[in-house]
């Protein structure tokens, strides 16, 4: 599978108290939302962002003023130290966040921060011990979060640090990979986001390969037309050097902009030098490591049947990528190679009922077909993979297949079985029990409503791997990305032997198949310190016969080899073998038996607390003493099964905001974010049914967002008027394109075009960088590129009910990129506002304590209060602490809230000179 080696780094700056931190990886997903707590209210200071005069340079009071990316690479063994300097410019004390982008199948081997001349070092625990730490701050009340967050490929690990006025702080993290080859080449990809100009920056790749270096390429996505003068490059056999030091002038966007052009992916692309031979063989300090790739091979027939879920959840645009995929899938096969094609819903259906040969006819029958299906029905899982097995089963007892070739079975779905043999353990036991590891299974999730656990333990049960499917317009590239790392085999039953009574604690040494472009790694540890020389054997079968190949390796030689290359970190063999371990074990521990499964846990935490490695089993502790509460910060990495990109929290105190809040839902309830996320303040509005409300308007990017006001269907006499938002609309003029969300359907215009999606069905669509994902009947997740991030939640009501409508809520997860001139009624808090809360005093009703609030000239009588977040839970939401402002948020918004109604669900606000803008 493909590798990406990837970083993320980000500087932010919310006000926090922050001194122990924990760094973790997770197995299961967490289900709800929660941020921090405070237990003591105090007065809170907001500050609104001003807006930049164009020329100035703008003050920054956090400052990253030096940035260093550091990779040495050793034998593909990635050994990867981020270093981010900060230095507080303000007159009071700042929090900053350290927050980087690693991929999934990386180790943190090591984090310290150093501040004041101090330097605080992170300890791998076990994670039973870490969490009970962590535990006991909840317990004693002090505040404690955890956050995970993940991208396709990456995880986002996260640490904060109170930083004094003209103090600097140094963060450093490491963290060790294998880098795995993929369709011929390795790939390091180091994503760079440091959201400011950055005086002292610099990328530096080191790689040593004792084979030789065949090629070495560099690219990157930032908009730099002089990126190839500004990498240097060298190349010189074993070794490649890579730096990247652009200047603060070479950074900007424009001569005159503030902004970093550095945002996006910088890529390292390399192979080594390969011929038809056992492979290359390291060793250092009795361990080795032996990669084996040989070149020059014919390739072996493959029969592949390809299982397709078309039920209803299918629907639309999935349906439409899964049969784009498939087409070229079946164009790029090979005319050795065999096929058949099963598709189901409820049932199943083989397409002509055999297995076909590859030839341009049966190719182009068989495109015909694959253009005529259609989603319908549920999803039965069970049925068409063993029917998969015994259409491959007849086909070789009736020698329609090549004797020397290897049998696949490829699922694509989309959710969890609901039809026929519904249980997943039932399933995988049948799969397991018809393939009798005759056959290699590969299981492609398509989307969030399948259980991605479910599928991949079926699929390492049975000699194959599953790959998550990601809903965007590039889901047909995914598909055949995937289809062309298995595309290839050219050695069958490849077994690997080592000097008997020499080697202990060898790594998985046979093998099934070994695909061109990929690569064989197996390590282990030499335990006769007398051997000299160290002999492997490969014996594998190819198209045609049987094949043999040996190596000897002059131990003391390769050992002194890799001594003199200074730059090098010397135990890289016995770390990439504890590395490599840990990854099988893990692989191993899916599909184990209760028994087994503690052993190879109680072996994993072992080798994960010797070598300081953050795996699943452990996590890594930060103390830094403070006279404050100590805060407790967990960057945990999601199962497979976590949805990318969410903020999760344990053992939530349940009342308080999580990020980027600032939503309308109900009746209308406004609820702000302030004070960094840990408070909030909420008002009404009391509109009228019928009329539109802006909530964001932004000139700049041309962005806009009107709802339409909704009451009961009847008003009972002398009962208040309730009113809810029952339809939104939103445009991109950027773009071209509009929206109109109401609770029967989601219309998509783009230029003339028009694209209806009813709320029934799970579905997503891509328009340039816009895109939407619908979660049937619950929500849609509205995405504007990097720029903002929006969700759209369904409230269904009971169809007979004599008072209630179906409404809709609108929240923001992101909105940094909206220009400063944003405004409406949700738009314009999305700058911060000066405010201060004081004079808290108590109530008649208990527990809704009354204050006073200072915020743009006027002080306002405010009241403790709670609201709904129905994001996760939708029925009964989760409650959220704030500071409610009477008379529809009177003081609070600019103007009143007649000022923001607009005629229609597309038009533009324009805020009126009284209302400051």
Not at 171 to 197: A, C, D, S, W
Not at 207 to 236: A, W, Y
């Amino acid at each position: 599978m493909k590798t990406m080696l990837s970083f993320l780094l980000l500087i932010s700056i919310p006000i926090l108290i922050s001194s122990e931190f924990i760094l973790t990886e997770s197995e299961q997903p967490q289900n709800d939302y929660v941020d921090t707590q405070t237990n003591i209210l105090r007065p809170r200071t907001l500050k609104k962002r001003s807006i930049d005069t164009h020329g100035t340079e703008p003050l920054r009071e956090l400052e990253i003023y030096g940035m260093k990316i550091d990779s040495k690479v050793t034998s593909r063994f990635a050994h990867n130290v981020i270093i981010s300097r900060v230095v507080n410019r303000a007159n009071v004390s700042k929090e900053a966040f350290f927050e980087i982008e690693l991929p999934k199948t990386a180790f943190i081997s090591n984090f310290s921060m150093t501040l004041d001349g101090v330097t605080y070092v992170g300890v791998v625990k076990e994670k039973e011990v870490a969490q009970k730490q962590y535990q006991q701050a909840v317990s004693r009340g002090q505040t404690a979060g955890l956050v995970k967050v993940s991208g396709r490929k990456m995880e986002k690990f996260q640490v904060s640090v109170n930083i004094g006025s003209t103090k600097k702080v140094t963060f450093e993290l490491t963290y060790e990979e294998l880098l795995k080859r993929n369709l011929g080449k390795y790939e390091m990809n180091i994503r760079v986001n440091p959201k400011q100009l950055v005086k002292h920056f610099q990328i530096d790749v080191h790689i040593f390969e004792p084979q030789g270096i065949s090629f070495l390429d560099v690219n990157s996505t930032f908009q730099m037309n002089n990126l190839t003068s500004l990498v240097k490059k060298t190349l010189s056999g074993t070794k490649a050097h890579i730096s990247f030091k652009p200047t603060l002038e070479q950074q900007r966007k424009c001569p005159d902009c503030h902004d970093t052009v550095l945002n996006g992916d910088f890529f390292v692309y390399y192979d080594v030098n390969r011929d038809l031979s056992a492979g290359s063989i390291q060793i250092v300090n009795g361990y080795f490591v032996h990669h084996f790739a040989p070149a020059n091979l014919t390739k072996i027939p493959k029969n592949v049947v390809f299982v397709i879920d078309h039920s209803g959840s299918m629907s639309g645009n999935k349906m439409h990528q899964t049969n784009e995929a498939l087409l070229k899938i079946l164009a790029d096969m090979h005319e050795q190679d065999h096929f058949a094609i099963i598709i189901f819903d409820n049932q199943y259906s083989i397409w002509k009922d055999t297995v076909f040969q590859a030839t341009p006819e049966n190719v182009a029958e068989a495109k015909t077909f694959v253009r005529t299906i259609r989603a319908v029905g549920g999803t039965n899982i069970n049925d068409p993979m063993l029917g998969a097995v015994q259409l491959l089963d007849k086909a070789h007892r009736d020698k329609q297949l090549p004797e020397r070739s290897v049998s696949m079975i490829i699922l694509l779905t989309d959710g969890d079985p609901n039809s026929g043999e519904s249980n997943p353990s039932k399933i995988q036991e049948n799969v397991k029990n018809a393939v009798r590891e005759k056959y290699n299974v590969y299981a492609l999730g398509f989307g969030y409503d399948v259980k991605f656990s479910f599928l991949e333990k079926m699929a390492l049960e049975n000699n194959g791997i599953a790959r998550r499917i990601y809903e965007d317009s590039d889901a047909p590239l995914q598909l055949q990305g995937f289809y062309d790392e298995v595309a290839n085999p050219v050695l069958l039953d490849i077994e690997i032997l080592y000097p008997e009574n020499a080697v202990s604690d060898l790594t998985q040494a046979s093998f099934r198949q070994y695909y061109d472009g990929s690569e064989i790694v197996v390590a282990g540890r030499i335990s006769d310190n007398s051997l000299q020389i160290f002999t492997a054997e490969v014996n594998a079968q190819t198209a045609k016969k049987n094949l043999t190949l040996s190596a000897d390796v002059n131990i003391p030689e390769a050992e002194n080899i890799i001594q003199q290359q200074q730059y090098i970190f010397g135990d890289f063999t016995e770390r990439l073998w504890a590395y490599l371990t840990i990854q099988q074990l893990l692989d191993q521990r899916v599909s184990a038996r209760a028994d087994d499964k503690k052993n190879l846990t109680d072996e994993i935490l072992s080798l994960s607390l010797k070598y300081n490695f953050v795996t699943s089993l452990t996590s890594m502790v930060v103390t830094k003493p403070e006279d404050t509460k100590d805060t407790i910060f967990v960057a945990d990495k999601p199962s497979g099964d976590a949805r990318p990109e969410r903020q999760r929290y344990y053992d939530p105190p349940a009342s308080v905001p999580s990020s980027s809040y600032t939503y309308v839902d109900s009746d209308p309830h406004f609820v702000i974010s302030t004070n960094n996320h840990r408070d909030a303040v909420c008002f009404n509005i009391d509109g009228k049914p019928g009329s539109v409300l802006n909530l964001i308007s932004d000139p700049h990017t041309g962005f806009v967002v009107n709802g339409q006001v909704i009451g009961y269907k009847k008003v009972e006499k002398n009962n208040k008027l309730s009113t809810y938002f029952g339809k939104f609309g939103i445009v991109n003029s950027n773009m071209d394109i509009k929206m109109e969300i109401s609770t029967q359907l989601i219309t998509v215009f783009h230029g003339e075009d028009k694209t209806v999606f009813p709320w029934s069905a799970t579905a997503s669509v891509t328009k340039q960088s816009f895109s939407i994902s619908i979660v049937k009947e619950r929500n849609l997740t509205l995405r504007m590129g990097d720029d903002a991030t929006f969700v759209i939640v369904l409230h269904r009501v009971w169809k007979y009910y004599p008072l209630h409508r179906d409404f809709l809520g609108f929240y923001t997860l992101d909105s940094h990129r909206l220009s400063n001139m944003t405004h409406g009624l949700l738009g314009q808090f999305y700058h911060g506002v000066n405010a201060e809360v004081y004079d808290i005093r108590p109530s008649l009703d208990q527990g809704k304590p009354h204050a006073t609030m200072e915020v743009k000239g006027h002080k306002l009588r405010v009241t403790r209060g709670s609201q709904k977040d129905h994001r996760l839970n939708l029925k009964q939401g989760t409650n959220v602490s704030c500071w409610f402002v009477h008379n529809n948020g009177k003081g609070f918004i600019d103007g009143i809230p007649t000022d923001y109604v607009v005629p229609s669900l597309f038009d533009y606000f324009y805020p009126s000179g009284e209302m400051g803008w």
